[in-house]
């Protein structure tokens, strides 16, 4: 299996960036496709932006295209989320997940990281 941790997040001006990390340890990091998440306060979890095993394909949703940016480095591990023009509805606990390559969901998951934009 696989351990994730979230970092990076923060209270940013609204129209700012910053760059979520999720480090990953345990089982081989380019065994899994992964993928960010978000919940909101009193909102379902979300899906986000989504990356293949070796970072050849990725995926952002139309709420977050443009400004949202999804990566990896496999030699160190590590996911990336890079967010850019922040807006008040970007504020959010952002989750990394793991998806095994044979596997139809993701079965491992971070503790999380706040976002907060201020206006």
């Known amino acids: 299996q696989v351990q994730l941790v979230e970092s990076g997040g923060g209270l940013v001006q609204a129209g700012g960036s910053l760059r979520l990390s999720c480090a990953a340890s345990?089982?081989?990091?380019?065994?899994?496709?992964m993928g960010w998440f978000r919940q909101a306060p009193g909102k379902e979890r979300e899906f986000v932006a989504g990356?293949?095993?070796?970072?050849?394909?990725?995926y952002v949703t139309d709420a977050v295209k443009g400004r949202f940016t999804v990566s990896r480095d496999n030699d160190k591990n590590t996911l990336y989320l890079q967010i850019n023009s922040l807006k008040g509805e970007d504020r959010a606990g952002y989750y990394c997940?793991?998806?095994?390559?044979?596997?139809?969901?993701?079965?491992?998951w971070g503790q999380g990281t706040q976002v907060t934009a201020s206006s």
């Open positions: 990356i293949s095993w070796s970072g050849g394909s990725t």
């Open positions: 997940g793991a998806k095994p390559l044979r596997s139809d969901g993701y079965d491992y």
């Open positions: 345990g089982r081989t990091f380019s065994s899994y496709n």
